[in-house]
Each structure stands twice: as C-alpha cells, then as structure tokens.
C-alpha cells in the first residue's frame, strides 16, 4: 500500500468517526434544530481542518439533518409542521418493508445482536439516560434494516431515522408517554417466527406510538415590536 494510499483511507476513516459522533449526538438529541455548527469550533473539538469538518456537514445535509445558511452557516435542521408528517409517512413506508425484507431471513447472530440492543435500552431506561436510551433504539431500527439486505433502503433509513430524532426534539409534547420499549421485542418475536403479517402490524403500530409522542402543529410566531407597542 502506498504512502498517499494509506493517508487517503485514515482520511476517510477519521471522517467517518467524526460523522458518527456528530450523528450519535442527534440520535441522543444533544444537538437539536437551530444548533449552529461551526466549522472552526468543530475544527478545534475533533483536532482536525475546516476542510475535513466541511465534508462531514455535507454528508449531513445531503441527508436532511444539517442546513447551511448563506450568512448564519450550518445549523441543524428545523423541520416544519407539514414536513414532519410527511417524514413519518415515509418512514412508516420504509419500515413496513424492513419488516417484509427482514423476515425473508435473518441469521440468529443478527438477531442476538438486536435482543442485546434492547437489553441495553432496557438498562438505558432504568438509568434515566435517555439520550442514550433513544440512541438505542435508533440503532435497532438501523441494524434491523441493514440485516434486511437492502443497503439501499438501509442508506433511507439512517436518514429518516435521524430526522424523526430532530423532529422529536422540536415537537415532543412533554404529557405524552413514550412508546413501551417491549414493543421492539414484539416485532423481533414476530419476524423470528416468521409471521410477516403480524410483523407488519406491529411495525406499523410502533411507527405510530412514535409520531403519537409529537405535537407538529407550528407554534405561533413572535409578534412584531412594531404590532406590540403600535399606537392605538
């Protein structure tokens, strides 16, 4: 291996390990819509140039979750009332078909693997650390995909699972339950059994608890100084 080959793929992997912190900190809900990204502050964090942080908020904001503004620069992503409902439409749509690619065969290392995940949600939970609870349960339905056999549809995935995580930031309703972890096991049982059909149903009813704990409608906006203190 040459010299410039081996600095070409400690690039690439340092990108990768920066990407996956920046993405584990949204699933986590530490960075949340309107958080401003910038590249030097980053830079100095990581230990690394603008030039690496840059293509990293790229592959963000090709996958939705990081917007760059001409003067305010990248930010995390504000989603919209009318955007969110159409992220859960799609994936609710993706997932019903994880599901059906799921149960055509997955192998017992593959499930082992997502029973331990939500073990440790389970334990997550427990300990009141709930970003790192919802960071699990992020990555089940990641791995759940992945192991489906569609790196396409895993690719979809990962960003719409992300997105729902930013859109829960900004719409959680605080008097609203969270969906009951057991439900994962559930849809793992079903796939395992092969029962597609029931899969499916508790796939799609999962979907739903989660758009359930949301409140999409658009908070009013602030009122102009000029409307406030107008004279009568």
């Known amino acids: 291996m040459t010299a410039e080959k081996c600095t070409e793929e400690q690039d690439q992997g340092r990108d990768a390990g920066i ?4 993405f584990d900190a949204i699933l986590e809900q530490r960075l949340v819509p309107g958080t401003r990204l910038s590249e ?7 230990g690394v140039s603008r030039t690496v942080v840059r293509k990293v908020l790229l592959r963000l904001e090709h996958e939705g979750v990081v917007t760059t503004h001409r003067h305010k620069g ?4 504000h989603t919209t009332a009318a955007q969110a409902k159409q992220v859960f439409a799609a994936r609710r749509a993706l997932e019903l078909e994880v599901v059906r690619n799921a149960c055509a065969g997955m ?8 029973r331990s995940l939500i073990v440790e949600e389970q334990a997550a939970i427990d300990g009141g650390d709930k970003g790192r609870a919802l960071r699990l349960s992020g990555e089940l339905h990641l791995y759940l995909a992945e192991y489906g056999g569609n790196a396409f549809l895993a690719g979809f995935m990962r960003s719409l699972v992300s997105r729902c995580s930013l859109i829960i930031a900004q719409y959680e309703a605080t008097d609203r339950h ?8 559930a849809i793992l049982d079903a796939i395992e059994a092969g029962d597609e ?18 409140d999409v409608r658009e908070k009013p906006a602030a009122p102009d100084l000029t409307v406030i203190f107008a004279q009568p």
């Open 178 to 185: 969270s969906c009951p972890h057991s439900e994962h096991e």
């Open 74 to 77: 990248a930010v995390i992503t």
């Open 197 to 214: 059909a029931l899969a499916v149903q508790l796939m799609a009813v999962h979907i739903q608890h989660i758009e359930d704990k949301i």
């Open 40 to 46: 030097d502050k980053l830079g100095q964090l990581f």
């Open 107 to 114: 192998e017992a290392a593959q499930f082992a693997h997502l």
């Open 19 to 22: 990407y996956e912190q920046v």
